[in-house]
């Protein structure tokens, strides 16, 4: 069978990938395990858990898509103070079971900056041993250089779709250029780097998709966010469908060719892919993705930050996803891995591959 997928990697090109997107229910099983076995090979068995924590709803941004846009007034808005999120952090640390903590918000550029950095600087002070991501949004290099000197391991900003056309439609402030602008920087800086996008936007093709897996692999990223878009009833494109509503399988076939696509990204199976299926984050860590985020933000604020509706796990306290997240990974066989799990493209212990502020 694994006769049938030769390329990975760099040997995989736009003709070879389109047909494995495309790939009918005869193929799959075989699709699945051989992205399953590149991920083993790449990635080991140990599964590296990184903790989100949202500690804002707040954003300056209309993307068309997202249920905390600035134009809906349905979530209640909040920010959480800085003693608690340094709090909820120590929580993290001392249960010992994710090595990062990734720091989530909405996009407030300038507002919130110095108040990033300090965070990042107390939290270090705290939990040295916690690597810290942080994913807030475009901003200028010298701000990312400033969070970088702060303390903080890596970034997340997923371009969602490598269609300069689509991405102008859905987001009102920016453009694919600058959003690739800003993960160039953090690149340049050193930063371990993720990138990612939406399966699915109304308007895309299994063309656009096959381009997003190839922009992954020409940015080389340590990690990659993918997941299924869905439609939130308090956004313009609430009655616009997912382009493969009717063919499922298309969310984790994307997975799979992804880890073909890049052998040593670290693909995480995220929290969308439970929002449309029960078990579809444990699909996802079958087929291809190699992480796993539980949430750590505290009940109170969960149901305020629903970027997408359908979203799991918004009554559980924060101690409930940890334990749920050891029980479903050990059902799959799968140990967590120790420590911070930094990229594996990584050539030494430093995290910092190409300084350059
Ligand atoms: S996707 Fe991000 S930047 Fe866009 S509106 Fe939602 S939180 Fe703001």
Do not use: W
């Given at each position: 069978m694994e006769n049938s997928f030769?390329?990975?990697?760099?040997?995989?090109t736009r003709e070879n990938l389109l047909p494995l997107l495309r790939a009918t229910d005869a193929d799959l099983s075989a699709l699945y395990a051989r992205a399953d076995a590149v991920r083993r090979e790449n990635c080991g068995d140990a599964v590296p858990i990184r903790a989100i924590l949202e500690?804002?709803?707040?954003?300056?941004?209309?993307?068309?898509?997202?249920?905390?846009?600035?134009?809906?007034?349905d979530p209640i808005r909040y920010q959480m103070a800085a003693a608690d999120i340094r709090a909820a952090a120590r929580q993290i640390a001392g249960e010992e079971i994710a090595g990062t903590i990734v720091l989530q918000a909405g996009e407030t550029p300038g507002a919130s900056d110095d108040a990033i950095a300090a965070l990042i600087r107390d939290i270090k002070t705290d939990c040295p041993a916690l690597a810290i991501t942080l994913s807030v949004g475009n901003r200028p290099r010298h701000v990312y250089a400033r969070w970088r000197d702060a303390g903080m391991d890596r970034y997340l900003l997923r371009f969602e779709t490598s269609d300069a056309a689509l991405f102008a439609r859905l987001h009102p402030a920016g453009t694919l250029a600058e959003r690739l602008r800003c993960l160039r920087d953090l690149q340049a800086l050193g930063v371990q780097t993720g990138g990612g996008f939406m399966i699915g936007l109304p308007g895309e093709t299994v063309e656009t998709l096959a381009d997003n897996i190839l922009l992954c692999r020409e940015f080389d990223f340590d990690m990659i966010g993918i997941g299924p878009y869905i439609p939130h009833?308090?956004?313009?494109?609430?009655?616009a469908p997912n382009v493969y509503a009717d063919d499922p399988d298309m969310f984790f076939r994307a997975i799979a060719v992804l880890r073909l696509a890049t052998p040593l990204a670290h693909i995480p199976a995220t929290t969308a892919f439970d929002a449309l299926f029960s078990d579809g984050r444990d699909r996802a860590l079958q087929c291809g993705a190699n992480v796993f985020m539980p949430n750590a933000t505290p009940r109170p604020y969960r149901r305020a930050y629903?970027?997408?509706?359908?979203?799991?796990?918004?009554?559980?306290e924060a101690l409930n996803c940890s334990r749920c997240v050891q029980h479903r990974l050990h059902t799959l066989g799968r140990p967590i891995a120790p420590g911070?799990?930094?990229?594996?493209?990584?050539?030494?212990?430093?995290?910092?591959l190409n300084p350059d502020s």
């Open positions: 030769p390329h990975h990697g760099k040997t995989l500690f804002s709803n707040v954003c300056a941004n209309d993307c068309l898509y997202c249920g905390i846009r600035a134009s809906n007034p009833p308090g956004t313009p494109l609430s009655h629903q970027l997408y509706p359908g979203k799991p796990c918004v009554d559980e911070p799990s930094h990229s594996l493209k990584m050539k030494s212990d430093s995290h910092v």
